[in-house]
């Protein structure tokens, strides 16, 4: 089993083009809105709000159907 967080700091990994540079998570908030059991399927829906060559912002979508069960923001350091 693999935690929502795991799963947010590979996905901000692969959004966030780094070439070669390091990626240093400043900041992760996760609000859970809605309890899940543990074998639902989950889809996460990511969109960079702003990306500079220093840093970068992403915006998660955690939806359960139709239905949206968690929110997260992600603030990346580049260097």
């Known amino acids: 089993m693999v935690c929502l967080a795991e799963i947010l700091t590979h996905m901000t990994q692969d959004l966030v083009v780094n070439s070669g540079r390091n990626l240093i998570i400043e900041q992760m908030l996760i609000y859970f809105l809605q309890a899940v059991q543990i074998d639902d399927i989950l889809r996460i829906q990511a969109r960079i709000i702003h990306h500079t060559r220093r840093s970068a912002i992403i ?4 939806y359960h159907g139709h239905q949206i069960v968690s929110k997260a923001n992600v603030t990346v350091k580049i260097n």
Request: charged fraction near 50%.
């Open 59 to 62: 915006d998660y979508d955690i």
